[in-house]
């Protein structure tokens, strides 16, 4: 089946800096893209989101690029702060069909941040 | 704002026992979904529904079973639990047409 899937399971930065997170999918049908947070003892929180229409997307403090050429997506977080460490993951959906908006997730990186 | 709230945060429980884990949410979402996260292997989906009474199984099923009588309510049971059932089980909701997912806190159930 298809996959997500990260190309680095940790990351340590120091505050101040900014953050890349990449993750690679598989599946070329993918429509829609999330990025989650995911905090200790807490559920993953929605960071921010883009469509396969899309090759950039910016909140506040984060920027989700996608390249589909290459089937990759990053997280860049800038000006990183310690509540940002928590482990970061990617999402797709290919809606349509029977999927239901089904999200297929990567396995998560560490994004550590030393004060 | 969305809130997704799951009956337990902890539970312990043994082997053979039936075990309920309920999931609330108050927005109104058609689409409820039920993972396991365990080290390693990522969120996993076991369950999810569309609709009251509706539910597809998904991709780790085997073990579990769910029920959906009312459209805020989606409780997942475990009829028999096993120790390699012992994980974290998170409940998420969303909007049919919005693929964004909300979800709970988590319920860390450890079967002993």
Redesign the interface.
Known sequence: GESVGLHLPTLSVQEGDNSIINCAYSNSASDYFIWYKQESGKGPQFIIDIRSNMDKRQGQRVTVLLNKTVKHLSLQIAATQPGDSAVYFCAETSWGGTSYGKLTFGQGTILTVHP | DVK?TQSSRYLVKRTGEKVFLECVQDMDHE?M?WYRQDP????R?IY?S?DVKMK?K?DIPEGYSVSREKKERFSLILESASTNQTSMY?C?S?R?G?????????TRLLVL
């Not at chain 2, 919005?98 to 988590?106: A, I, K, L, R, S």
């Open positions: 997704v689409n979904f390693g292997l990522g969120l989906l999810f569309y597809e998904g998170l998420a969303s049919t919005q693929e964004t997912q909300y979800f709970g806190p988590g």
